[in-house]
């Protein structure tokens, strides 16, 4: 339907060139195909030709934002605002520019002027939840996210994120409702499920349910290497020792490099779980790894296979490449997995 459009608006402007608003429509067409160059300029001849152009500043905006070229989308929707200063949706549109930007104060100054104007979107709660969460300050955001539930009670999103707002607060029991309902009005979504499980996991203490939920969220989406390290613990909690590895294993083999876990920001579903840093969570993972490996004779292949795993965790790319070759030499049973972990280290640290 956009190449239809795109050759409409062509055929337009070839009979009035000096017709902006039919630039700025293509623009918009390039703009839902992805094409953000050719959009921006398209809105650049629009503006050209009116300088006025509330709408083009804005769609531009969009264009530079979702190129994340933040700085320019922001004085494109100033434009805007200084041309209409009652457009709700630039505020919202700037407000997200400067929430990608970090600038969370601004951006929840932009929210509220958007809230000002059109009390009634729940988005723009939403959002600001957001943005008051950046800033930890949960009981703003839990405010927002259920003003914007009052508006919307049907958006599974909301719930989700006011339970992680909830979990910040170490406020367990409603956290563990908010994931039930997420769960209640979208069952597909894997992360629902996962944070859940870290509830009973974490806080109740109930692994045998905990392992149903990441059972789960492994199920939905099984290339998420948090789920099995999630269960892993569940397992290891459990004394279930066999089964938890199997998990690292399946995490590591998927994620190979534990800084990539660490430094991902997924607020109350990651290594923050048991602490902060990581690192904890990373040398329990790395103690067991250790007690299985003690207890296998060198001349075993699964002696080398789970060193080369422990390496991983330790982020030793060289000494687990070279554990994983002497246990496919030594005949380790399963060599999928090795052809695996060694295909994730192909061209790391040589």
Not at 312 to 330: H, T, Y
Request: proline residues 3%; charged residues 35%.
């Amino acid at each position: 339907m956009n190449d239809q459009t795109i050759q409409e608006l062509d055929e337009a402007i070839r009979l009035n060139p000096e017709n902006a608003f039919a630039y700025r429509r293509r623009g918009d067409a390039y703009k839902k195909k992805g094409e953000y160059d050719k959009a921006i300029a398209d809105y650049d001849e629009a503006i050209r030709l009116n300088p006025e152009y509330t709408t083009a500043y804005n769609d531009r905006g969009i264009a530079y934002r979702r190129k994340d070229e933040y700085d320019k989308a922001i004085t494109d929707y100033s434009k805007a605002i200084e041309l209409d200063p009652k457009d709700a949706t630039v505020y919202y549109n700037r407000a997200i520019a400067y929430r990608r930007k970090g600038e969370y104060d601004k951006a929840i100054t932009d929210y509220s002027k958007a809230i000002e104007l059109d009390p009634k979107d729940a988005t723009v709660y939403y959002n600001r939840a957001i943005a008051y969460g950046k800033k930890e300050e949960y009981d703003k955001a839990i405010t927002d996210y259920s003003k914007a539930i009052q508006l919307d009670p049907k958006d599974a999103t909301v719930y989700y994120n006011r339970a992680i707002a909830y979990k910040d607060k170490e406020e367990s029991d409603k956290s563990f409702a908010d994931f039930d309902k997420a769960i209640e009005l979208d069952p597909e979504d894997a992360r629902a499920f996962n944070s859940r499980g870290t509830i009973y996991h974490y806080y109740k203490g109930e692994y045998d349910q905990a392992i149903i939920d990441y059972d789960k969220a492994i199920s939905l989406d099984p290339k998420e290497a948090l789920f099995y390290i999630n269960r892993g613990y569940a397992y290891d909690n459990k004394g279930e020792y066999v089964k938890a590895i199997e998990d690292y294993d399946n995490a590591v083999r998927l994620c190979p490099y534990r800084t990539e876990w660490i430094d991902r920001n997924f607020r109350g579903w990651i290594f923050s779980e048991v602490d902060n840093s990581g690192r904890k969570s990373v040398d329990e993972v790395i103690a067991r790894l250790n007690s299985k490996i003690s207890n296998l004779p060198e001349s075993n292949a699964d002696h080398f296979y789970y060193t080369g795993v422990n390496a991983l965790f330790r982020s030793d790319g060289i000494s687990a490449k070279r554990a994983f070759q002497i246990a496919l030499r030594k005949g380790y049973h399963d060599q999928d997995k090795i052809e695996q972990h060694l295909a994730n280290l192909k061209g790391k640290n040589d």
